[in-house]
């Protein structure tokens, strides 16, 4: 995350949003850097059938599309607002101008899109090749650590709708809600009030 201070030093703006917004479509010119302040973000594809597939999810102090700002492509992926939410705005222009005058800033910056690339590489293994036990378990436990912040010993509740665990995972809505029984079943989680736990 990059400390407001600096965000605001070079002109970054609050910008509030409701939800269903949509911040930037996939195949425009990345012309901003975003970061999440408060709410929620998810950056997205649909396929020919227009079945959603969730590339990324963004919480506070999260931030998403620089990347594409950083090879100067048009963004591979649309960005939503799944709640109302609160983002911080930064020019293109002044972007650059503040990874030069904070290079500490670029390095941090490095370090989350590494993470992030990580994460991808995992969620793609077991996406690839194991049940939807395995990938469903894989998912949440990710989200426990790196959404949630939770330690293993803490509970964690899964604030994903099922519809979103299958766009995050390829699978249908119908086989993780079928999984998540098995799951319960096995003590693996326990559900509450229609709400997940792990």
Avoid: W
Wanted: glycine fraction near 6%; hydrophobic fraction near 35%; charge should be neutral.
């Amino acid at each position: 995350m990059i400390a407001t201070e600096i965000l605001l030093q070079f002109g970054a703006q609050l910008k509030t949003y409701k939800k269903g917004t949509v911040l930037f479509s996939e195949g425009q010119s990345a012309r901003y850097y975003f970061q999440v302040e408060s709410g929620e973000v998810k950056t997205n594809n649909f396929n020919d059938e227009g079945k959603e597939f969730i590339q990324g999810m963004f919480t506070q102090g999260d931030s998403f599309g620089e990347s594409t700002l950083l090879n100067h492509r048009s963004y591979p992926a649309s960005a939503e607002t799944m709640t109302d939410a609160t983002v911080y705005v930064l020019p293109k222009t002044a972007f650059f101008d503040m990874l030069h005058q904070h290079p500490e800033t670029a390095i941090a910056l490095c370090q989350r899109m590494a993470d992030r690339l990580y994460y991808k590489a995992i969620i793609a293994s077991e996406i690839a090749s194991q049940d939807p036990e395995h990938r469903l378990l894989a998912l949440i436990d990710f989200l426990k650590v790196e959404v949630g912040k939770c330690k293993a010993d803490q509970k964690y509740e899964v604030t994903l709708t099922r519809q979103q665990l299958a766009d995050l995972t390829g699978l249908r809505v119908e086989t993780v809600i079928r999984t998540i029984k098995a799951l319960e079943k096995k003590g693996c989680l326990t559900i509450d009030h229609h709400k997940i736990y792990r």
